[in-house]
């Protein structure tokens, strides 16, 4: 077996996958209308600084929860921007277990403590 013929194969496998055809599609439609590309790109720098803000242990304030929730409500509210974050996560699902799948065999090669 040719790990590289595999890898090739499954890279096929998920470009022809519904999750990505999906993804693809909408954000093709979002990406041509800049009032909704703006939506999605705030939501996502929200996302972002969330994120930033949990991972060195600060607590979100009442006020990025309100953004948040503003700009949920925005992306909600448009039936294109939200099939975008509904094909971003069934999307974002699959290539999560594809890598778990992978690290389960990397993760036996690479040692636990350096």
């Known amino acids: 077996m040719n ?4 890898a090739h194969k499954l890279s096929q496998a998920i470009k022809e ?3 990505y055809k999906e ?3 909408v954000k093709k439609e979002v990406e041509a209308n800049p009032e ?4 999605v790109d705030e939501l996502l ?19 990025d929860e309100e953004t948040l929730g503003a700009i949920g409500a925005k992306v909600q509210a448009n039936p ?4 975008y974050l509904q094909a971003q996560a069934r999307f974002g699902i699959m290539a999560q277990d594809v890598e778990k799948i992978l690290a389960e ?9 350096l």
């Open 45 to 63: 720098k929200v996302q972002s600084s969330l994120q930033r803000k949990l991972m060195s242990g600060d607590m979100p304030t009442k006020e």
């Open 3 to 6: 790990v590289y013929e595999e």
């Open 80 to 83: 294109i921007t939200a099939q």
């Open 36 to 39: 909704l590309k703006e939506i």
């Open 105 to 113: 065999t990397l993760g036996e090669l690479v040692p636990l403590k």
């Open 23 to 25: 993804f693809v599609e």
């Open 17 to 19: 996958s519904n999750e």
